[in-house]
T-cell receptor
Framework: AQRVTQPEKLLSVFKGAPVELKCNYSYSGSPELFWYVQYSRQRLQLLLRHISRESIKGFTADLNKGETSFHLKKPFAQEEDSAMYYCALSMGGYQKVTFGTGTKLQVIP | NAGVTQTPKFRVLKTGQSMTLLCAQDMNHEYMYWYRQDPGMGLRLIHYSVGEGTTAKGEVPDGYNVSRLKKQNFLLGLESAAPSQTSVYFC?????????FGPGTRLTVT
């Protein structure tokens, strides 16, 4: 069975500092991996997915199959980045998605 | 284009009562999902549907039932509510890669 692990419940960083939100997964097949974000009082929304290799709001994430990781990174944190971040894994066909427990990012001014 | 809507937004139930949560989407998505969000547990999949008339169990299906009679609607039922079902419930829909979430329903069972 697939599993997504986000080891940090809370990550506090100062504005301008680098951010790395950790995500590790276990899945025997070829995974599709995503990062979702939930800003305060807003809906959960897709931030980025590994297959598109894009940078959204300065965030990037690289899939490391050897380490089974998909860490989310940003070189310089902004106050508006404060939110709850969820790593998610999908089996082929995107029918079923498994979410991690989430990491709350707090950017300190 | 409302996206994904959920009814109601808040509800308080007494143990043993029943209720139905309604999710509606206007994006013609095939897939629909019900999750619950609990502190420290993240989002856990309750049930999902890959098309009209189909449903499947997720990670935590016990105590819940679902129906997808129309493509745009996905109903989540609690037949006999328990305090352990106190949670925030999110509905989502999708046609492939991305899931679109509703605003959530906060349910308290006393």
């Amino acid at each position: 069975a697939q599993r997504v692990t986000q080891p940090e419940k809370l990550l506090s960083v100062f504005k301008g500092a680098p951010v790395e939100l950790k995500c590790n997964y276990s899945y025997s097949g070829s995974p599709e991996l995503f990062w979702y974000v939930q800003y305060s009082r807003q809906r959960l929304q897709l931030l980025l997915r590994h297959i598109s290799r894009e940078s959204i709001k300065g965030f990037t994430a690289d899939l490391n199959k050897g380490e089974t990781s998909f860490h989310l990174k940003k070189p310089f944190a902004q106050e508006e980045d404060s939110a709850m971040y969820y790593c998610a894994l999908s089996m082929g066909g995107y029918q079923k998605v498994t979410f991690g427990t989430g990491t709350k990012l707090q950017v300190i001014p | 284009n409302a996206g994904v809507t959920q009814t109601p937004k808040f509800r308080v139930l007494k143990t043993g009562q029943s209720m139905t949560l309604l999710c509606a989407q206007d994006m013609n998505h095939e897939y629909m999902y019900w999750y619950r969000q609990d502190p420290g547990m993240g989002l856990r999949l309750i049930h999902y549907s890959v098309g009209e008339g189909t449903t499947a169990k997720g990670e935590v299906p016990d105590g819940y039932n679902v129906s997808r009679l129309k493509k745009q609607n996905f109903l989540l039922g609690l037949e006999s509510a328990a305090p352990s079902q106190t949670s925030v419930y999110f509905c989502a829909s999708g046609s492939g890669i991305e899931q679109y979430f509703g605003p959530g329903t906060r349910l308290t069972v006393t």
